[in-house]
């Protein structure tokens, strides 16, 4: 089959990773790459020999092109989506989908309107942590899902990333960061979401850089960086999350774990692509650890644009999709909207989450190739 070829835009930290695990990929050639600063493109270009440095323009361009990853800041997600999508071009964009429901609806409709597909990081949820976990509940062997926890405590990403100031800003903060990893994991496993409670705040307003050129820079929150809610699932399920950059010591909560009428399970950090699921039915005095339906390395981006490119091919639906991605950020503006306006808010979007089924009996070729 001949590799689709493709061009990023944003050549910041997250491209390397791509870039990587890309490489010898069976059905993508990345030919191009393009960022607002021209020589931190023509270092990725360099480092994984790369054929073209464009600029945006240049590489929506170019004809030979048939999609695009948009790995810019998210604050320019869906501008650059809509560009792409505009320019003829199937998208695979990193989380968030969008930073307003508004610009979110607007990619999904622009991609059906053109027949484009729209993919959406996180794709961690296709690897064997989150699937395994999906076949134990498949399996029955916690009975039915009731509840679960999600949690996520950190103290910011400050002092480590040497250009933090978008994860303060509107489409930042912990939610925003890292909520579509929980998110996508608990709607893969618990079904679409009905409605969020929440509370919302800043506890922690003094943020200062702490390496790079701009370690010592004091940083402006602008964006809620601690929220507990309560999520009610379609299907009954009931959980309780928590996400926050204002932990400063540690945390021994659990990532994910879910409740069932049999039994527990206990789910690794959706974070990253495999991990230990453990299980510990109704009567047992210890855990098991629950054998991989699959598979996964720890950091496996860019299979979800893999199975993207194998769906187009096939003309089929693919699972790290648009549509999932606008219920993740559908339900993060709920957890921001509902401590705001005091209420609970009821999603108006859903997701088939069988589309996200990615367990060893249908696993695409794609994937296990990756």
């Known amino acids: 089959m001949e590799k689709m070829k493709a061009g990023i835009i944003g050549c910041g930290n997250i491209s390397a990773i791509y870039l990587e695990n890309l490489k010898d990929n069976p059905l993508i050639e990345v030919v191009a790459v393009a960022d607002l600063i021209r020589e931190r493109a023509q270092e990725r270009a360099d480092e994984f020999n790369i054929a073209n440095v464009y600029n945006v323009d240049?590489?929506?361009?170019?004809?030979?092109?048939?999609?695009?990853?948009?790995?810019t800041v998210p604050g320019s997600h869906a501008m650059t989506d809509l560009a792409v999508l505009e320019a003829g071009k199937h998208v695979y964009a990193e989380k968030p989908l969008a930073i307003s429901l508004e610009d979110g609806r607007k990619v999904i409709e622009l991609a059906e309107e053109k027949g484009l597909y729209v993919g959406s990081a996180p794709d961690t949820f296709l690897g064997s942590g989150i699937q395994t976990a999906r076949k134990v509940i498949e399996e029955g062997l916690i009975g039915k899902p009731i509840a679960a926890t999600s949690f996520f405590m950190g103290g910011g990403p400050e002092a480590w990333h040497p250009n933090p100031e978008f994860f303060y800003v509107a489409g930042g903060g912990p939610m925003f960061d890292m909520g579509p990893y929980y998110l996508t994991a608990l709607i893969t496993l618990l079904g679409p979401i009905r409605r969020i409670s929440s509370s919302a705040g800043v506890q922690i307003t003094d943020r200062v850089i702490g390496s790079g050129p701009k370690e010592g820079t004091l940083l402006q929150v602008q964006t809620p960086t601690h929220l507990a809610g309560t999520?009610?699932?379609?299907?009954?399920?009931?959980?309780?999350?928590?996400t926050s950059f204002d932990i400063r010591g540690a945390s021994d909560l659990p990532r994910i774990e879910i409740y069932g009428t049999e039994g527990t399970l206990s789910i690794p950090d959706p974070n990253?692509?495999?991990?230990?699921?453990?299980?510990?039915r109704f009567g047992q005095d210890t855990w098991e650890t629950v054998t991989p339906a699959f598979e996964s390395r720890q950091n496996e981006r860019g299979i979800g644009v893999t199975e993207m490119v194998e769906s187009?091919?096939?003309?089929?639906?693919h699972k790290a999709s648009g549509k999932l991605a606008y219920h993740v950020l559908e339900a993060m503006h709920a957890f921001q909207r509902s401590s705001?306006?005091?209420?609970?808010?009821?999603?108006?979007?859903?997701?088939?989450?069988?589309?996200?089924?990615?367990t060893d009996e249908n696993q695409s070729e794609a994937v296990k190739s990756n």
């Not at 170019?62 to 990853?69: A, F, Q, R, Y």
């Not at 990253?272 to 510990?280: A, M, S």
């Not at 187009?312 to 639906?317: D, K, T, V, Y």
């Not at 705001?340 to 990615?358: F, P």
């Open 58 to 71: 240049e590489l929506l361009q170019d004809n030979e092109i048939e999609l695009v990853l948009n790995l």
């Open 231 to 242: 999520i009610d699932f379609e299907e009954g399920a009931i959980a309780t999350m928590i």
């Open 272 to 280: 990253f692509f495999n991990g230990e699921v453990k299980l510990r």
């Open 312 to 317: 187009i091919r096939a003309g089929r639906e």
């Open 340 to 358: 705001l306006e005091g209420k609970h808010i009821q999603l108006e979007s859903t997701y088939e989450a069988g589309a996200g089924n990615n």
